[in-house]
């Protein structure tokens, strides 16, 4: 079983930046693909940033295309999102996930993440 905790959330005024951090241990995740989910309140938990397990692609949701950033140091089994230009409406509890199988791809539904961490609070004020 892996144990997934994310850091670095807060709260910061509109067009400033924060970085998460996902701390992973027990299992390794260095073979697994990584993602970023949030969940606003009354809303349903969205995909926001995958990274591959080498790192070598990542991907993004349209809505945080160009603004948030994925990486992963797979030595100290970390995985971050830079964050910046925020908006009111990225507040939410941003959560860290490991992908179900070790597969190939990229993926971004709930369903292909099994693992989750306890999530972060991210406030963006106006």
């Known amino acids: 079983q892996v144990q997934l905790v994310e850091s670095g959330g807060g709260l910061v005024q509109a067009g400033g930046s924060l970085r998460l951090s996902c701390a992973a241990s027990?299992?390794?995740?260095?073979?697994?693909?990584m993602g970023w989910f949030r969940q606003a309140p009354g809303k349903e938990r969205e995909f926001v940033a995958g990274?591959?397990?080498?790192?070598?692609?990542?991907y993004y949701a349209d809505s945080v295309k160009g603004r948030v950033t994925i990486s992963r140091d797979n030595a100290r089994a970390t995985v971050y999102l830079q964050m910046s230009s925020l908006k009111p409406e990225d507040t939410a509890v941003y959560y860290c996930?490991?992908?179900?199988?070790?597969?190939?791809?990229?993926?971004?539904?709930?369903?292909?993440?099994?693992?989750w961490g306890q999530g972060t609070q991210v406030t963006v004020s106006s």
């Open positions: 027990g299992r390794a995740v260095s073979n697994y693909a």
């Open positions: 990274i591959t397990r080498s790192g070598g692609s990542t």
């Open positions: 996930a490991r992908q179900r199988a070790p597969v190939i791809g990229l993926p971004r539904s709930l369903s292909d993440f099994a693992s």
